[in-house]
Structure formats: structure tokens, C-alpha cells
């Protein structure tokens, strides 16, 4: 009994030590949470509106001051309108070379329902650059159209000598993409049926449509 008491008396003591050491130990430490960042600068559109993020300050659709930069840039150029009283649909691929002459290429096809046309020009395109969205030019062309008359007309295809001149107007949505109005007076030449000699036929050319721009590194 002796020795079972001396040993609770010692088990007694170690826990009071336990308890004084606790109470005399430093409070533990508490991670604490990091404090928020800045908040990113809200910055100023060219409108005036806020933009929280830097990228989209200037707004999807801004262009770039100055004249438009035409040098050594290719596009293609979707479009559809009239020739005549017909319809026509067109795909235009341009060059400009310096940054006021452009080469340009096209094809179209004029779906009549007797016969159909199909219309390869080489073009030359004249323009001065300017500030703005706005910019205006002058176009000449030479090419050849195929005349299809298709299965209700028993006849060949003819193909036709064209000369066209006219001009159109780029409007710019952003720097790359533009909507594009042309106009042009076509005139083919061929030999009229049953008859001796050539003979011009006019026709009015107008095409609506847009042209994607990229400039390509010499």
C-alpha cells in the first residue's frame, strides 16, 4: 500500500508540472490570411467607359491612328450584289505592293436561269491612305467571261473579252476587317449572232461585301 500511494503521489505531481507548463507556454501561433492584392487598374476606354481589363481598353473595334496601312498587306474579299439586273457573287484576292497601287484577282459567277457567266479579272487598284475609317479608291480591270447557256439552250459557251473601271469606298471596322461597297461599269465584246463585226455590251457592276486583311513580312 505504501508503494501504490508514493506512486500516486508521483503520477499527482507530473500532472501539475504538466499543467503549470501549459499555462506558463506562449499562446500558439495563428496563420494569418494574406491580405488581398490590389485591385487592377481600371482604365479608361477611348470613349470614356471603364474597362477592367487592360487588353479591352481600346474597345474590339478601335483602328490605329494614321493613314491605313496598305503596305505589303493581303486580302480576301467575299462579296455579293448585281450585274445588270442579275445577280453576281464574287471572291477578290489583293496585293498591295507599295501603299498606294494594289493587284487584285477575282472570280465570279452570275447564276442566271437560262444561261450563267463566269468572270475572271486582273485588277489594278489606285488609292491615297488616309486617317480614318473611311477610304476611297479607283479600280480598272481587264478579264474574260464565260457565257454558259446551260441544258435548256442548245448552244456553245461563249466567251467574252471584258474591260471594267469603276471605284468603291472601304469602310474599317478594327484594323483588319473592313466592309467593302465597289462599283464598276463592265463592258464585254463579242460578235452579235448572225451578224458581221463586234459589238460592246454595258453592264453595271455593284458588289457589297468584306475584306480580311494581313500583312505579309517581306
Not at 501561433?29 to 477611348?46: D, K
Not at 450584289?81 to 465570279?108: C, K
Not at 491612305?129 to 467571261?145: C, F, H, I, V, W
Request: net charge neutral; with cysteine; hydrophobic share 45%.
Amino acid at each position: 500500500m505504501a508503494i501504490a500511494g508514493l506512486l500516486l503521489l508521483m503520477a499527482a505531481a507530473a500532472v501539475a508540472h504538466a499543467d503549470a507548463d501549459s499555462l506558463s507556454a506562449p499562446p500558439a501561433l495563428v496563420a494569418e490570411a494574406p491580405l488581398a492584392g490590389p485591385a487592377e487598374p481600371v482604365l479608361r476606354t477611348r470613349d470614356g467607359l471603364e474597362s477592367l481589363r487592360p487588353a479591352l481598353a481600346d474597345g474590339a473595334y478601335h483602328i490605329e491612328p494614321g493613314p491605313r496601312p496598305y503596305l505589303h498587306r493581303f486580302s480576301v474579299s467575299p462579296a455579293a450584289g448585281t450585274l445588270g439586273t442579275d445577280q453576281l457573287y464574287a471572291l477578290r484576292l489583293a496585293f498591295s505592293p507599295n501603299p498606294w497601287l494594289g493587284y487584285e484577282s477575282s472570280l465570279a459567277h452570275d447564276p442566271h436561269h437560262g444561261v450563267h457567266a463566269i468572270f475572271h479579272t486582273l485588277s489594278v487598284i489606285l488609292r491615297r491612305p488616309m486617317p480614318g475609317r473611311l477610304q476611297p479608291y479607283l479600280a480598272a480591270g481587264y478579264g474574260m467571261t464565260v457565257v454558259l447557256p446551260g441544258r435548256a439552250i442548245a448552244a456553245d459557251a461563249v466567251t467574252k473579252n471584258v474591260l471594267s473601271a469603276g471605284g468603291g469606298l472601304e469602310c474599317f471596322l478594327r484594323d483588319d476587317l473592313a466592309l467593302r461597297y465597289e462599283m464598276r461599269q463592265a463592258t464585254a465584246f463579242g460578235h452579235p449572232p448572225n451578224q458581221t463585226g463586234m459589238a460592246a455590251y454595258d453592264y453595271l457592276e455593284q458588289t457589297l461585301g468584306l475584306a480580311f486583311y494581313r500583312t505579309l513580312k517581306p
